[in-house]
């Protein structure tokens, strides 16, 4: 697709992108990794894992760990994340207004799980302009940065990867939206630095209120 082509999908990451949960999820991250005995610091966490799945968590902390954990190892820290998220979680500024503004056919392709995917756009009131049209990472063999999931989207929604726009926040999917051949919008008004984004080719923005007029070029 061209940079002039008005696209026919929109796809976008949720975290990060619909939700402000990066904050709220790395700190939470810490926390957790700090208990089961990995010091490591916010930046690197930002560095590491923010875009990736929960399946790429749990093996880099394996990994780091030498030793294998217990299939439910997330079920002690599961209300540590569920309470911050209820004190603290909101929809991106201006998001809500730029979903308004845009015609094009949407849909959500992130690194969550379905159940966190949903639970996260409910509670910011999100979850019902994309009913039927969310897509995880749980879905596909490789999750980002590889381009499974947003092929995924696309081909569910009977869209060619060329005529998809994808809104990302990360780096990683990045890189998963340009391996699938898709064109980037970048959103730099969160955590990830304006320049890693441009480092993968995404068009960088940092307010929402500009990507409508983006999706339209």
């Not at 955590?191 to 983006?214: K, N």
Request: hydrophobic share 45%; aromatic share 8%; with cysteine.
């Amino acid at each position: 697709m061209q940079a002039t082509d008005r696209p026919d999908l929109v796809v976008f990451d949720c975290d990060g992108v619909l939700v402000d949960s990066e904050k709220v999820s790395i700190e939470v991250d810490r926390r957790v990794l700090a208990d089961l005995g990995w010091a490591i610091s916010h930046d690197e966490i930002l560095h590491r894992f923010v875009g990736r799945s929960s399946a790429y968590f749990r093996a880099e902390i394996e990994a780091h760990l030498g030793r294998s954990l217990p299939d439910d190892w997330e079920a002690p820290y599961q209300s540590w994340y569920l309470d911050a998220f209820a004190r603290e979680l909101t929809a991106v500024a201006g998001v809500e207004a730029a979903l308004d503004e845009i015609t094009t056919a949407t849909c959500v392709a992130s690194s969550g799980s379905h159940a966190k995917i949903r639970r996260n756009l409910a509670q910011t009131g999100l979850l019902p302009r994309f009913a039927g049209r969310i897509f995880s990472a749980d879905d596909v063999a490789n999750g980002k940065p590889a381009p499974d999931l947003f092929l995924h989207a696309a081909e569910r929604l009977g869209v060619d990867p060329e005529r998809c726009v994808v809104v990302e926040d990360s780096r990683f999917g990045a890189q998963a939206a340009r391996a699938a051949g898709m064109r980037v919008l970048g959103y730099a008004g969160g955590l990830t630095p304006a320049e890693w984004l441009e480092r993968e080719g995404a068009t960088v923005f940092t307010d929402m209120r500009d990507l409508p007029e983006l999706v339209r070029r």
